[in-house]
C-alpha cells in the first residue's frame, strides 16, 4: 500500500470535515467537524510514522499528543457552547453575530 | 494500480466505511444521527491505524474519540435544546463558495500528493515497547505539558459551564 | 582684490534676505538704505576689481567642485575676465543709480520694501550672471534674472496688464532659455564638460564637428535673442513696460536685456568657428534693428517709444557680434546701457511731473516747465542718435565700421538706415514731450531731487564713455587681450563719422519740421492714417499673428486635451474608484459576524497562497 492512498483518504476526511465547518450551522456538529479534521490529521501521523521518509515511531508519539490535545479542545469547546447557550438560548452558529464589524 | 491483497482490501473497506460515514455525518438531518454516524468514522479510523501498524494508537482513539468525545458531544447535544431538525436555511452563495473552495482545497492537496515522490521502505512495526520507550525518554517533557494543558482545560471547562450559575 | 570678486554678488543677496524678511516693519527710508547699501558695497567692489584688472591683464579663477558625474566634474565659482569686469562695472553702476532713483519714483507704494528685495535680488541674480565660469552656472543665474524680471514687471498686481505682460515675458523668454537649454545638453554631451575654457579649446582643437559647433553656437543664439528680445521674441519687452519705470531702467534697458548680447560675447569662440551662426547673428540683428526702429517711428507711449529703440540697439548690438565686431559690441552695450537708462530715468521723471502719464499726446511743453530733466533727456537723445562727441556717436561707428569691413554691405546700408530711423524716432519724442505747449489736463509738479542726481551721473558717462576708445583704441586692446580674439584696429574711413553724423543731423531735423516747429494739433493723432501708419502703430501685427497662429492654435489643443482629460482620464479614474468601492461594499458585506463566513475567506486565501506559491511546479 503506498503512503498516498493513506494520504488521499486523510485529505478526503480533512476536506469532508472543513465543509461541515463552513457550511452546518449547529454548533455541535460544527465541533464534530472539527473533530474529523483532527482524525484526518492524525491518519497522516501514522501513515508518516510506517511510510515515511524517515520512519521512526515518532509519528505515533505525535498523533497520541494530538488526540490528548483533541480531548482537551472538545471538552473546552463544549464548555464554551454551554455557556454560550445559557446566555444567548441557541447554538444555531448564524445567530452569533456579535464579531460584525 | 497496488496489487490486490489483505491489506490493500482492508484499507479499501475502512476508507468506504470512513468516508460514507464523514458523508452521512454531513447528509444526516438529525444531530444525534450526526453524531452517531461520526463514531462510525472514528471506528474505521481506528482500523486504519491498526493497518499502519499502531496497534495502542488504535485502542487510544476508541477510548478517547469513540468513548469520551463522542459521548461528551452526546451530553453537549442533550444539554442543548435543539429545534431537532437541521433546517436549511437558504445560503445558497456560501455554501457554493465553500463546495468550490473546498473541492479546490482537496485538488491541490491531490495534486501535490501525486507529484511528491514519497520515497522511503515502510519502517519495522514499531511495537507499544519502543512507543512507551519513545515517549517516556525521547518526549517526556511534552507528555507532562499535555497533562498539564488536560488539567487547565478541565477546570476551565468547569468554570466556562459554571460561571453562568453563580449570577 | 580681485580674489575678493565672489564677495560682489553676496551683498545684494544680504540685502534680499533682508529686505524680504523685514518686508513689513521696514520705513521706506530704511528699506532704500538697505538696498542702495548692498548695491553700494557691490559697486565700491567693483571698482575695486575693475581698476586691479586694468593693471594686471590676467584672468582670475577660482572654482570649487560641485557635482560629480561619473568621471566628470560640475564645479562652481567665479571668473574675472576682462568682459566681465566691464559687465560688474556697469551692471552695478546703473543698478546703484537705479536704486537711489528709485527712492523717489517709489515714494508712497504700498510694497516699498519688497521692491527694494526683488529690486536687490535681480542685482545679485545678474552681478553672479557675470561672474560664472560654466555654462550651467550662467544657465542658474539666466534663470534667476529672468524670475527676477518677472516678479518685477508684475510688481503692480493690481494692474492686470502688469500681470499679463509679466506672463509674457516669462513665456516668451521661456522658449528662448528651452534653446539655450538645449545647447547646454548638447555641449555636455559633446564636448564632456560645461567649462567654458574647455569648450572653448574643443572647439579651437577641431574636436567638434562644424555642425555641431553652428547648431550650439544658434541654440545659444536663440536663448539670446529670447533674453535680449531680438525678432521674432521681441514681443516681451514693449510689454515689460507695464512694470515701474526704474526697473524699466535698469532691467529692460541696461543689463538683464543685454545678458543676451553678453552671452553672446561670452560664447563668442563657438560663434567664431561657425560661419553660419555668425551670418544668421548678424541677419536678425540688423533685421531686428530696422524692424523695431520702425516701429518706435509712431508709438504714442513714452515707454514703448524707448521699449523698441532699446530692440533696435540690442539689434544693433546683435549686428556687431555677428560681423565680428566683438569690441564693437560690447562698446555698445556699454554706452547704450548709460545713455538708455537716462533716457528711461528721465522719461520717469517726466512720467512722475505729469502725474504718471505716459502717453506722450498728452505732454509737450515741458522744456519751459523742467528744464533740468529736458537737457538731460536732450543728452540722452544725441547719445542715442549718435551726435558726436557722445558717447553713441563712436560705438555706433564702431559697429557699422564692423559691418563694413566684415563686407556685409546689406547689413552696413540697413544699420546706417536704422540709425538715421532712430535719430529721428528719439528726437519727435523730444519735441513732443518738451516743444509745443502742454496739452495735459493734470497740472505738472516737480520731481524730486534724489530722482535729478542719479540721472546727472548717468549723463556724465553718457557723455564720455565715448573716449575710452578714441582717439586711442585702449578700450579694445584691453578688452580682447589674452582671450584670442581679434579687435578691429583698422583706421576709419573718414566718410563714416561725417555721413552719420550728417544723417543723425538730418533726422532731428526732420523731426523738428515734423513735430517741433508746428505745435502739432492733438486731433491729428487720432485719424486712422494710411495704411503704413497703420502697420506700424500695430507693430506689425506681430502680436496678432502669434494670437493666432499659436495661441489659439495651443487653445485648441488645450481644449481637445481638456475633453481627453474630462472623459477619458476623469473617466477611467472615476471607473477605478468605482471599483474600489464596489469592492469595498463586498468586503463591508463580508464582516458580517458569521465566524463560518470568515473561515470561508481564510480558506479561500489559503488555497490563492498555495496555488500561487506552488503553481510553477504543479502545472508540470
Known sequence: MPVTSYLVLAAILFCIGLYGVLTKRNAVIVLLSIELMLSAANINFVAFSKYGLYANVTGQVFSLFSIAVTAAEAAVGLAILIALYRRRGTVEMDQFHSLKG | MPSVSGEFIAFFILAVMAIGGAVFMINFTRVMHMALALVFTFLSIAGIFILLDAEYLAMVQILINVGAVSVLMVFGIMLTRHKQEEKPKARPLHTILSLLGVAALFAVMWRIFYTTPFGGDPADPATVQSLGESIFKQHVIPLELTAVLLLVALVGAIILAKREESK | ?620
Open chain 3, 1 to 620: 582684490m580681485i580674489k575678493f570678486a565672489w564677495i560682489i554678488p553676496l551683498f545684494p543677496l544680504v540685502a534680499f534676505l533682508l529686505l524680504m524678511i523685514g518686508r513689513r516693519k521696514l520705513s521706506e527710508g530704511a528699506a532704500a538704505s538697505i538696498g542702495v547699501a548692498g548695491v553700494l558695497a557691490s559697486l565700491s567692489l567693483s571698482v575695486a576689481v575693475f581698476l586691479e584688472r586694468l593693471q594686471s591683464p590676467s584672468n582670475y579663477v577660482a572654482t570649487f567642485d560641485w557635482l560629480r558625474i561619473d568621471q566628470v566634474m560640475v564645479t562652481m565659482g567665479i571668473e574675472v575676465d576682462a568682459l566681465g569686469t566691464l559687465m560688474l562695472l556697469v551692471v552695478s553702476l546703473v543698478s546703484f543709480l537705479v536704486f537711489v532713483y528709485a527712492r523717489g519714483y517709489m515714494r508712497g507704494d504700498q510694497r516699498f520694501s519688497t521692491f527694494y528685495a526683488y529690486l536687490s535680488l535681480f542685482a545679485f541674480a545678474m552681478l553672479s550672471l557675470v561672474l560664472s565660469p560654466n555654462l550651467l552656472q550662467i544657465y542658474l543665474f539666466w534663470e534667476l534674472v529672468g524670475v527676477g524680471s518677472f516678479l518685477l514687471i508684475g510688481f503692480w498686481t493690481f494692474k492686470p496688464e502688469a500681470k499679463a505682460a509679466a506672463k509674457k515675458a516669462f513665456v516668451v523668454t521661456r522658449i528662448g532659455d528651452v534653446a539655450f537649454f538645449v545647447a547646454i545638453l548638447l555641449t555636455f554631451w559633446k564636448v564632456g564638460s560645461l567649462e567654458l575654457s574647455q569648450v572653448f579649446a574643443a572647439v579651437e582643437s577641431g574636436q567638434l564637428a562644424p555642425e555641431i559647433v553652428t547648431t550650439i553656437a544658434i541654440l545659444i543664439f536663440i536663448g539670446a535673442v529670447g533674453k535680449s528680445g531680438q525678432f521674432p521674441l521681441h514681443t516681451w519687452l514693449p510689454d515689460a513696460m507695464e512694470g515701474p519705470t526704474p526697473v524699466s531702467a535698469l532691467i529692460h534697458a541696461a543689463t538683464m536685456v543685454a545678458a543676451g548680447v553678453y552671452l553672446v560675447a561670452r560664447t563668442y569662440p563657438l560663434f567664431l568657428a561657425s560661419p553660419i551662426a555668425m551670418d544668421v547673428v548678424a541677419y536678425v540683428g540688423v533685421f531686428t534693428a530696422i524692424f523695431a526702429a520702425t516701429i518706435a517711428l509712431v508709438q504714442n507711449d513714452i515707454k514703448r517709444v524707448l521699449a523698441y529703440s532699446t530692440v533696435s540697439q540690442l539689434g544693433y548690438m546683435m549686428f556687431a557680434l555677428g560681423s565680428a565686431g566683438y569690441v564693437a559690441g560690447i562698446f555698445h552695450l556699454t554706452t547704450h546701457a548709460f545713455f538708455k537708462a537716462l533716457l528711461f530715468l528721465a522719461a520717469g521723471a517726466v512720467i512722475v511731473s505729469c502725474q504718471r502719464q505716459q502717453d506722450i499726446r498728452q505732454m509737450g511743453g515741458l522744456w519751459a516747465k523742467n528744464r533740468t530733466v529736458g537737457s538731460l533727456f536732450l543728452i540722452g537723445a544725441l547719445a542715442i542718435a549718435g551726435v558726436p562727441p557722445l558717447s553713441g556717436f563712436f560705438s555706433k561707428d564702431a559697429i557699422l565700421l564692423a559691418a563694413y569691413q566684415d563686407g556685409r554691405y546689406i547689413v552696413f546700408l540697413v544699420g546706417v538706415l536704422a540709425a538715421f530711423l532712430t535719430a529721428f524716432y528719439v528726437f519727435r519724442l523730444f519735441f513732443l514731450i518738451f516743444g509745443g505747449s502742454y496739452r495735459g489736463k493734470e497740472p505738472v509738479v516737480s520731481v524730486p531731487k534724489v530722482m535729478v542726481w542719479p540721472m546727472i551721473i548717468l549723463a556724465v558717462f553718457a557723455v564720455a564713455t565715448g573716449f575710452v576708445n578714441f582717439p586711442t583704441d585702449a578700450f579694445a586692446n584691453w578688452l580682447v587681450e589674452g582671450n584670442g580674439i581679434v579687435a578691429q584696429t583698422a583706421s576709419t574711413p573718414w566718410w563714416l563719422p561725417v555721413g552719420m553724423t550728417i544723417l543723425s543731423i538730418i533726422g532731428i531735423a526732420m523731426a523738428w519740421i515734423l513735430y517741433g516747429k508746428r505745435s502739432v494739433a492733438v486731433s491729428s493723432f487720432g485719424e486712422p492714417g494710411p495704411l503704413p501708419y497703420r502697420l506700424l502703430a500695430r507693430k506689425y501685427y506681430v502680436d496678432e499673428i502669434y494670437d493666432r497662429v499659436f495661441v489659439r492654435s495651443l487653445k485648441g489643443l488645450g481644449l481637445i486635451l481638456q475633453a481627453f482629460d474630462r472623459f477619458i482620464i476623469e473617466g477611467l479614474v472615476k471607473g477605478i474608484a468605482g471599483i474600489i468601492s464596489w469592492l469595498g461594499r463586498i468586503g463591508s458585506r463580508l464582516q458580517n459576524g458569521q465566524a463560518q463566513s470568515y473561515v470561508l475567506v481564510s480558506l479561500i486565501g489559503l488555497i490563492l497562497l498555495v496555488v500561487s506559491f506552488t503553481a510553477g511546479r504543479l502545472l508540470k
